[in-house]
Antibody, heavy 118, light 107 residues
Protein backbone atom coordinates (compact mmCIF):
# COMPACT_ATOMS: atom_id res chain seq x y z
CA UNK A 1 0.00 0.00 0.00
CA UNK A 2 1.29 3.41 -0.96
CA UNK A 3 2.00 5.79 1.92
CA UNK A 4 3.27 9.35 1.80
CA UNK A 5 3.99 11.04 5.12
CA UNK A 6 4.94 14.71 5.26
CA UNK A 7 6.78 16.37 8.11
CA UNK A 8 8.57 19.59 8.90
CA UNK A 9 5.73 22.07 8.90
CA UNK A 10 5.29 24.73 11.52
CA UNK A 11 5.23 28.43 12.29
CA UNK A 12 7.88 30.61 10.67
CA UNK A 13 8.35 34.35 10.38
CA UNK A 14 8.17 36.14 7.04
CA UNK A 15 11.53 35.94 5.31
CA UNK A 16 12.37 32.71 7.08
CA UNK A 17 13.04 29.21 5.79
CA UNK A 18 11.58 25.78 6.32
CA UNK A 19 12.35 22.34 4.93
CA UNK A 20 9.56 19.85 4.42
CA UNK A 21 10.15 16.14 4.06
CA UNK A 22 7.99 13.41 2.62
CA UNK A 23 8.70 9.77 3.39
CA UNK A 24 7.35 7.34 0.83
CA UNK A 25 6.64 3.64 1.11
CA UNK A 26 4.73 0.89 -0.65
CA UNK A 27 6.13 1.49 -4.14
CA UNK A 28 9.43 1.75 -6.00
CA UNK A 29 10.06 5.38 -5.13
CA UNK A 30 12.96 5.85 -7.52
CA UNK A 31 10.76 5.11 -10.54
CA UNK A 32 8.33 7.96 -9.97
CA UNK A 33 8.09 11.70 -10.33
CA UNK A 34 7.10 13.45 -7.12
CA UNK A 35 5.19 16.70 -6.71
CA UNK A 36 4.18 19.17 -4.04
CA UNK A 37 0.72 20.74 -3.97
CA UNK A 38 -0.49 23.31 -1.46
CA UNK A 39 -3.82 24.57 -0.20
CA UNK A 40 -4.19 27.88 1.56
CA UNK A 41 -6.80 28.03 4.36
CA UNK A 42 -10.29 27.79 2.87
CA UNK A 43 -8.93 27.91 -0.67
CA UNK A 44 -8.39 25.59 -3.61
CA UNK A 45 -5.40 23.54 -4.69
CA UNK A 46 -2.21 25.00 -6.14
CA UNK A 47 0.54 22.92 -7.73
CA UNK A 48 3.94 23.95 -6.34
CA UNK A 49 6.50 21.89 -8.21
CA UNK A 50 7.79 18.57 -9.48
CA UNK A 51 10.97 16.55 -9.41
CA UNK A 52 11.46 13.87 -12.01
CA UNK A 53 13.15 10.54 -11.47
CA UNK A 54 16.79 9.60 -12.06
CA UNK A 55 16.03 8.34 -15.56
CA UNK A 56 14.93 11.87 -16.37
CA UNK A 57 17.82 13.58 -14.69
CA UNK A 58 16.09 14.61 -11.47
CA UNK A 59 14.97 17.73 -13.30
CA UNK A 60 12.50 20.06 -11.67
CA UNK A 61 9.60 22.34 -12.53
CA UNK A 62 8.10 25.08 -10.35
CA UNK A 63 5.09 27.30 -10.21
CA UNK A 64 5.88 30.93 -10.94
CA UNK A 65 4.78 31.92 -7.42
CA UNK A 66 7.60 29.91 -5.81
CA UNK A 67 10.29 29.79 -8.49
CA UNK A 68 13.62 31.03 -7.14
CA UNK A 69 12.48 30.61 -3.53
CA UNK A 70 11.55 26.93 -3.29
CA UNK A 71 13.71 23.94 -4.21
CA UNK A 72 12.61 20.33 -4.55
CA UNK A 73 15.12 17.53 -4.08
CA UNK A 74 15.00 13.82 -3.38
CA UNK A 75 17.02 11.05 -1.80
CA UNK A 76 16.11 7.80 -3.49
CA UNK A 77 18.21 5.82 -0.99
CA UNK A 78 15.85 7.03 1.74
CA UNK A 79 12.64 7.13 -0.32
CA UNK A 80 12.26 10.76 0.63
CA UNK A 81 11.45 13.96 -1.23
CA UNK A 82 12.14 17.41 0.18
CA UNK A 83 10.78 20.91 -0.27
CA UNK A 84 13.19 23.64 0.79
CA UNK A 85 11.30 26.89 1.22
CA UNK A 86 13.23 30.15 1.54
CA UNK A 87 12.17 33.79 1.71
CA UNK A 88 8.78 32.72 2.96
CA UNK A 89 5.86 35.11 2.59
CA UNK A 90 2.53 35.23 4.42
CA UNK A 91 0.93 34.06 1.16
CA UNK A 92 2.82 30.76 1.50
CA UNK A 93 0.68 29.82 4.49
CA UNK A 94 -0.98 26.55 3.50
CA UNK A 95 -1.24 22.83 3.95
CA UNK A 96 1.50 21.28 1.84
CA UNK A 97 0.80 17.90 0.27
CA UNK A 98 3.36 15.48 -1.07
CA UNK A 99 1.97 13.77 -4.15
CA UNK A 100 3.02 10.99 -6.48
CA UNK A 101 3.05 12.38 -9.99
CA UNK A 102 1.58 9.53 -11.96
CA UNK A 103 -1.55 9.75 -14.16
CA UNK A 104 -2.15 13.13 -12.66
CA UNK A 105 -1.57 12.85 -8.94
CA UNK A 106 -2.49 9.34 -7.95
CA UNK A 107 -1.52 9.28 -4.28
CA UNK A 108 -1.48 12.08 -1.72
CA UNK A 109 -0.05 12.43 1.74
CA UNK A 110 -2.13 13.87 4.57
CA UNK A 111 -0.30 17.16 4.43
CA UNK A 112 1.76 19.31 6.76
CA UNK A 113 0.75 22.80 7.83
CA UNK A 114 3.00 25.78 7.21
CA UNK A 115 2.09 29.10 8.82
CA UNK A 116 4.06 32.19 7.89
CA UNK A 117 3.35 34.91 10.39
CA UNK A 118 5.10 37.43 12.58
CA UNK B 1 -1.01 29.35 -18.07
CA UNK B 2 -4.08 27.24 -18.74
CA UNK B 3 -7.05 28.45 -16.73
CA UNK B 4 -9.48 25.81 -15.52
CA UNK B 5 -13.07 26.74 -14.76
CA UNK B 6 -15.71 24.59 -13.09
CA UNK B 7 -19.47 24.78 -12.92
CA UNK B 8 -21.56 25.00 -10.95
CA UNK B 9 -19.80 26.47 -7.95
CA UNK B 10 -22.16 24.64 -5.60
CA UNK B 11 -24.62 21.86 -6.22
CA UNK B 12 -27.32 20.91 -3.72
CA UNK B 13 -28.53 17.36 -4.26
CA UNK B 14 -30.30 14.54 -2.48
CA UNK B 15 -28.78 11.10 -1.95
CA UNK B 16 -29.51 8.81 -4.88
CA UNK B 17 -29.62 11.61 -7.44
CA UNK B 18 -27.47 11.71 -10.56
CA UNK B 19 -24.87 14.51 -10.54
CA UNK B 20 -23.02 16.08 -13.45
CA UNK B 21 -20.08 18.42 -12.88
CA UNK B 22 -18.40 20.41 -15.63
CA UNK B 23 -14.83 21.51 -16.19
CA UNK B 24 -13.49 23.69 -18.98
CA UNK B 25 -9.91 24.47 -19.97
CA UNK B 26 -8.87 27.77 -21.57
CA UNK B 27 -7.03 25.78 -24.23
CA UNK B 28 -6.82 22.14 -25.20
CA UNK B 29 -5.33 19.77 -22.63
CA UNK B 30 -6.01 16.76 -24.87
CA UNK B 31 -6.91 13.95 -22.44
CA UNK B 32 -4.55 15.03 -19.63
CA UNK B 33 -7.30 15.82 -17.19
CA UNK B 34 -7.86 14.52 -13.68
CA UNK B 35 -10.75 14.74 -11.24
CA UNK B 36 -10.19 14.79 -7.47
CA UNK B 37 -12.50 14.53 -4.49
CA UNK B 38 -11.75 16.28 -1.23
CA UNK B 39 -13.84 15.53 1.82
CA UNK B 40 -13.74 17.97 4.76
CA UNK B 41 -10.50 17.70 6.70
CA UNK B 42 -9.01 15.18 4.31
CA UNK B 43 -6.45 15.19 1.54
CA UNK B 44 -7.73 15.09 -2.02
CA UNK B 45 -7.91 11.75 -3.76
CA UNK B 46 -7.75 10.95 -7.45
CA UNK B 47 -11.01 9.76 -8.95
CA UNK B 48 -10.51 9.90 -12.72
CA UNK B 49 -7.43 10.39 -14.90
CA UNK B 50 -6.78 10.58 -18.61
CA UNK B 51 -10.25 12.12 -18.74
CA UNK B 52 -12.14 8.83 -18.33
CA UNK B 53 -10.15 6.16 -16.45
CA UNK B 54 -11.17 5.45 -12.86
CA UNK B 55 -8.32 5.39 -10.37
CA UNK B 56 -7.68 2.30 -8.25
CA UNK B 57 -10.52 1.58 -5.83
CA UNK B 58 -12.90 4.20 -7.19
CA UNK B 59 -16.51 2.96 -7.41
CA UNK B 60 -18.13 2.51 -10.80
CA UNK B 61 -20.72 5.20 -10.03
CA UNK B 62 -18.00 7.74 -10.89
CA UNK B 63 -17.35 8.32 -14.58
CA UNK B 64 -15.58 10.92 -16.65
CA UNK B 65 -15.82 12.08 -20.23
CA UNK B 66 -14.55 14.75 -22.55
CA UNK B 67 -11.49 15.72 -24.56
CA UNK B 68 -9.68 18.92 -25.38
CA UNK B 69 -11.36 21.72 -23.47
CA UNK B 70 -14.64 20.37 -22.10
CA UNK B 71 -14.93 17.63 -19.53
CA UNK B 72 -17.63 16.12 -17.33
CA UNK B 73 -17.63 14.12 -14.11
CA UNK B 74 -20.78 12.14 -13.48
CA UNK B 75 -21.85 10.45 -10.26
CA UNK B 76 -24.64 8.09 -11.21
CA UNK B 77 -26.28 7.80 -7.78
CA UNK B 78 -24.96 10.06 -5.06
CA UNK B 79 -24.03 8.36 -1.79
CA UNK B 80 -23.65 10.07 1.59
CA UNK B 81 -19.86 9.81 1.40
CA UNK B 82 -19.83 11.67 -1.92
CA UNK B 83 -20.69 15.04 -0.40
CA UNK B 84 -17.40 16.83 -0.91
CA UNK B 85 -15.52 19.31 -3.08
CA UNK B 86 -14.53 18.16 -6.56
CA UNK B 87 -11.59 19.61 -8.46
CA UNK B 88 -10.46 19.12 -12.03
CA UNK B 89 -6.80 19.51 -12.97
CA UNK B 90 -4.89 19.62 -16.22
CA UNK B 91 -1.47 18.01 -16.42
CA UNK B 92 -0.76 18.64 -20.08
CA UNK B 93 1.06 21.97 -19.82
CA UNK B 94 3.24 23.72 -17.26
CA UNK B 95 2.25 24.91 -14.81
CA UNK B 96 -0.25 22.23 -13.88
CA UNK B 97 -3.45 23.98 -12.87
CA UNK B 98 -6.55 23.13 -10.91
CA UNK B 99 -10.08 24.40 -11.26
CA UNK B 100 -11.61 26.31 -8.34
CA UNK B 101 -13.76 23.35 -7.34
CA UNK B 102 -17.43 22.40 -7.16
CA UNK B 103 -18.99 21.78 -3.76
CA UNK B 104 -21.59 19.02 -3.70
CA UNK B 105 -23.76 19.54 -0.65
CA UNK B 106 -26.78 17.84 0.85
CA UNK B 107 -30.10 19.31 -0.26
Amino acid sequence: EVHLVESGGGLVQPGGSLRLSCAASGFTFSDYYMDWVRQAPGKGLEWVGRIRNKANGYTTEYAASVKGRFTISRDDSKNTVFLQMNSLETEDTAVYYCVRGNNGFDFWGQGTIVIVSS
Amino acid sequence: EIVMTQSPVTLSVSPGERVTLSCRASQSVRSFLGWYQQRPGQAPRLLIYGDSTRATGIPARFSGSGFGTDFTLTISSLQSEDFAVYYCQQYDNWPFTFGPGTTVEIK
